[in-house]
T-cell receptor, first 111, second 116 residues
Framework: QQQVKQSPQSLIVQKGGISIINCAYE??????FPWYQQFPGKGPALLIA?????SEKKEGRFTISFNKSAKQFSLHIMDSQPGDSATYFC??????????FGTGTSLTVIP | GAVVSQHPSRVICKSGTSVKIECRSL??????MFWYRQFPKKSLMLMAT?????????EQGVEKDKFLINHASLTLSTLTVTSAHPEDSSFYIC????????????FGPGTRLLVL
């Protein structure tokens, strides 16, 4: 059973465009929602994370939008750059417990 | 940010041999470390949760006698793949939780295992 559903599986965006990746979860007990960026052959790196007490969090070009009632959250990458090309994973957890990861989105930013 | 290292980064071994992978938290103490397996272009599959000073908790379907985990200190956890076979070839990644309010997991760079 997939605790966190992620879409799209792959995404191609022009340089300067906005990349949007969506995730949905079922367990209302989840209270921590991070996004990770992974380059080929490397471990995932924490990008940005949010807790359900806020609806949006922004760090530089990266923004998480969180909709508690819909049990959805999304990652927006503004002014996408070729260096952003990577695989992105969303995750959800209940504090002190294991992380549940989405299936990943392969992002390609075309120059 | 918090740094987690893994050693080795790549290992090639013959079928039937055992391989040990080390995971270290370099600038923080981690009471909990996690071991994941990742297949090409796939998500991370949690194998086990490693707690310092106690036995690891394995996910369903993961053979604990095959994948031995030892969390000997607050900065070191090891995964030993015993009697490795070609189907064990994969990318193994560890992560560590600093135990702060943020409850974030920091990942190591991964270990590529190839069993011939």
């Amino acid at each position: 059973q997939q605790q966190v559903k992620q879409s799209p599986q792959s995404l191609i965006v022009q340089k300067g465009g906005i990349s949007i990746i969506n995730c949905a979860y079922e367990n209302t007990a989840f209270d921590y929602f991070p996004w990770y960026q992974q380059f080929p052959g490397k471990g995932p790196a924490l990008l940005i994370a949010i807790r359900p007490d806020v609806s949006e969090k922004k760090e530089g070009r990266f923004t998480i939008s969180f909709n508690k009632s819909a049990k959805q959250f999304s990652l927006h990458i503004m002014d996408s750059q070729p260096g952003d090309s990577a695989t992105y994973f969303c995750a959800a957890s209940r504090t002190g417990n294991q992380f549940y990861f989405g299936t990943g989105t392969s992002l390609t930013v075309i120059p | 940010g918090a740094v987690v290292s893994q050693h080795p980064s790549r290992v090639i071994c013959k079928s039937g041999t055992s391989v040990k992978i080390e995971c270290r938290s370099l600038d923080f103490q981690a009471t909990t470390m996690f071991w994941y397996r990742q297949f090409p272009k796939k998500s991370l599959m949690l194998m086990a949760t490693s707690n310092e000073g106690s036995k690891a908790t394995y996910e369903q379907g993961v053979e604990k006698d095959k994948f031995l985990i030892n969390h000997a200190s607050l900065t070191l956890s090891t995964l030993t793949v015993t009697s490795a076979h070609p189907e064990d070839s994969s990318f193994y990644i560890c992560s560590a939780n600093p135990g702060t309010i943020q409850e974030t997991q920091y990942f190591g760079p991964g270990t590529r295992l190839l069993v011939l």
